[in-house]
């Protein structure tokens, strides 16, 4: 199984293949890992070892509904605390330090797709997460690839992150911007 952690994955190889496979198998994991009744503390503990490859840390709380598309290249430091509703696209890697609380609806993006449309179907682009010690992200956040959150920096709600944050920072607010026009 490949694990992609930076640069590009193609699409319709073998390689990508692999990748395919597990998306479908993790999907098949966090489809009854959310219907599981809150209580079931036991058998979400054991599903989210099998969706994240290996024993997480006792003093990680990650409520359903959770969504990802790999797992296997997502770590978790300890006293991390994940709300309802996230979604972590971890091809491309995701590590999350000590004591971040990550609020509901957020999405963790480490892949996407090239910008030019002959090539949007070719291959994806990856990049790591850094969420550093004490981080903390605010509800529907959604951070995006190659992008570090530095340590004890906050995310306000709703804010869509795109460049890295310095430590002991607070980064608010999400307006979309026009970067780029083409001819077709």
Same mark, same amino acid.
């Given at each position: ?5 930076? =640069? ?9 293949? %692999?990748? /395919?496979?597990?998306?479908? %198998? ?12 809150? &209580?079931?503390?036991?058998? !979400? !503990? ?8 290996r024993a997480l840390p006792e003093t990680l709380t990650l409520y ?8 296997? #290249? ?8 994940? @709300?309802?509703?996230? !979604?972590?696209? &971890? %091809?491309?890697?995701?590590?999350? =330090? ?6 509901? #609806? ?5 892949? =996407? ?20 010690? #004490?981080?903390?992200?605010? /509800? ?5 690839? =190659?992008?570090?959150?530095?340590? @004890? ?27 780029? %026009?083409?001819?077709?």
């Amino acid at each position: 199984m490949p694990h992609v952690t930076s =640069g590009r994955l193609y699409i319709h190889t073998p390689e990508w293949a %692999q990748v /395919a496979r597990r998306i479908e %198998q993790v999907t098949t994991l966090t489809s009854r890992l959310n219907l599981l009744t809150f &209580d079931d503390l036991a058998g !979400r !503990r054991a599903l989210l070892d099998e969706i994240f490859g290996r024993a997480l840390p006792e003093t990680l709380t990650l409520y359903p509904p959770f969504f990802t598309d790999n797992g296997l #290249n997502t770590t978790f430091g300890e006293n991390v605390f994940v @709300n309802q509703g996230c !979604r972590f696209y &971890d %091809q491309g890697g995701i590590r999350i =330090g000590d004591a971040t609380m990550i609020g509901p #609806n957020t999405h963790l993006i480490t892949s =996407g797709h090239p910008v030019p449309p002959t090539e949007r179907r070719e291959y994806i682009l990856a990049a790591p997460i850094v969420l550093e010690d #004490n981080v903390w992200l605010g /509800a529907a956040v959604t951070i995006l690839p =190659g992008v570090t959150i530095g340590a @004890n920096s906050v995310v306000g709600a709703g804010a869509v992150v795109t460049k890295d944050v310095p430590p002991n920072t607070l980064v608010t607010g999400s307006a979309a911007t026009v970067r780029k %026009q083409w001819e077709v």
